[in-house]
């Protein structure tokens, strides 16, 4: 992909799924913008932004400066993957179909996880959202959708006020769920297909249930309590 002088912005979404690119991704010096997921599951080896400096390359993963958003890793890398301890955002598609593996930490610097972050990654297996200090507001669809081999129990921080749909869909080895004290909103098939989950405490926070939002949890044993504070099942 050979960027001309004259382009300044790149579009959402405007090159996803090209995965015949390969080689370097060279973001040159013309570039002011670039929308989510504008590279999205391409097969980039390398990021180069030295031209620009409103992007940077931390540990293959391309951030822009002033917004603290992570936008694009690349998909082929391998081990652990580390994100900056001051990023805000990681943005649509940006680790989707990613080879990283182990533990997968979103910093508590992140207050939002967007649309297919980390889709269909099949490497990590278990989550770590930083509890005790997150400032994680929203998880957004299909977030940590389609993981294989991610186990264990899944903690939500108290910060966190929505999970949308299909947020944690389709997670064959997760054994359980907390959740924090702020969540409001769990979305449509949030935790749909989690089948070895045994046990479930919804918060007194929550308002909102949506549909088949726990679906095909085929594990779940004994009492489920629906706060008072729910008012929608859906």
Known sequence: LILGAGVITIGTLAFYGCTSFSGTLTIPANITSIGQGAFGDDNFSDIDVTANSRYE??????????????????????????FQTNTLIIGDYCCL?????GTLTVPDSVTRVDIYAF???DGFTALDLETTTSGLVTIDDYAFAHQSNLAGTITIPDSVTLIDANAFRDLPKVTALSFGTGLITIGANAFYNLPLVTSL???ASLVTIGASAFSTMIGL???IVIPNSVETIG
């Open 201 to 203: 405490t919804l918060p």
């Open 119 to 121: 889709y269909d990654c």
């Open 97 to 101: 179909r990613n080879q990283r593996t």
């Open 221 to 223: 044993a004994g009492n």
């Open 57 to 82: 390359d931390v540990d293959d993963v391309l951030y822009e400066i002033s917004t603290r958003t992570a936008l694009h890793s690349i998909k082929s890398d391998t081990g652990t993957i580390t």
